[in-house]
């Protein structure tokens, strides 16, 4: 994989169509997956202005005094980490009100912003949320497979293909995040990832929560590794921890915030049974899951039960 390269996104569509008619767009998703070189690409060719709050000055300007920052904004522009300031939203909503011209503002985050303490306003009826996952294996191979088009069509029909075997273990090991892709030696891959959890313990979990028992997170990803693809359960996640299980569900609820786990709940006709029923946990990449678990591809066409959970968690994604 090149990463030099645009990959064209899927949602691409989706964020040209809501800025067209919507005054702030977010797309929001986890770190590195590639929600910048989206925003920059899309708005690169329509005349946005971009600022990172990942520079400090920024971020403390917009901090100090969000309501003079939005008011020496361009006309538009593009407003990177916004979770990092969550004052800025209610500034973001009087300008908004003042001047609901669509596609005034673009916004990405690696937490979820509606879920971040402190927020100063959710920007209700003038904000567009889409969510951004890392790359799919259609998006890596830059093509439409069409599955879900051809499968709901009326003139479906059956087809053979050949079995992947080995070359869908690596598509499983490899996941989507495209700094990890350009690395060409499964080792190297499973280092990125590594140092990838590092960097979010102890950046943007800090930053979401100020809690005792760091250490014990990464060891909880591994264990939701081991779960990712089955039913959700807290007993079983939190035996191995000497912490009670309202604060390893505090945990898991903290690494959804900053999308590293998903819980599915199940589609069922019933609403209500849809809403009691035990949801699946998954991690948000199974490169991610293997690199947890110290497993590469060779590995996991040996066990075929770790296998199937995560491919279950791959056509998720």
Known sequence: MNSGRYIPRFIQSHLETALR??????????????????????????????????????????????????????????????????KLFSAIKLEVDRNRTPGRFILTGSANVLL????????????EIIRLHPLSICEINGEDSGF??????QDWAMFQCSRLNETLAGYVTSGGYPAALARKKEQRRAAWYREYINTIVQRDIRDLARIR????IPK????????????????????????????????VTLLEKVFLVERIRPWFSNRMS???????????????????????????????????????????Q
Request: aromatic letters at 6%; one cysteine or more.
């Open 220 to 251: 909880i990803m591994e264990m939701a590794a081991m779960q990712s693809g089955q039913l959700f359960n807290l007993s079983k996640l939190a035996g191995p921890f000497e912490l009670s299980r309202p604060t390893i569900g505090e945990y």
């Open 21 to 86: 008619d919507t005054p702030v767009v977010l797309v929001h998703g986890p770190r590195q997956c590639g929600k910048t070189t989206l925003v920059r690409h899309v708005g690169g060719e329509l005349g946005y202005s971009y600022i990172s709050f990942d520079d400090e000055a920024a971020r403390e300007f917009a901090t100090e005094d969000p309501h003079g920052f939005v008011a020496g904004l361009s006309e538009k522009i593009i407003l990177d980490e916004v979770q990092l300031v969550p």
């Open 274 to 316: 849809r809403l009691i029923k035990t949801p699946k946990i998954h991690l948000g990449d199974t490169g991610l899951g293997c690199s947890l678990l110290g497993m590469g591809a060779k590995d996991l066409m040996e066990d075929r039960k770790v296998f199937g959970n995560l491919l279950e968690t791959f056509v998720l």
């Open 116 to 127: 971040v303490p402190r927020l100063s306003d959710s920007l209700a009826g003038r904000m």
């Open 213 to 216: 028992g760091m250490e014990a």
């Open 148 to 153: 879900l088009d051809r499968t709901f069509s």
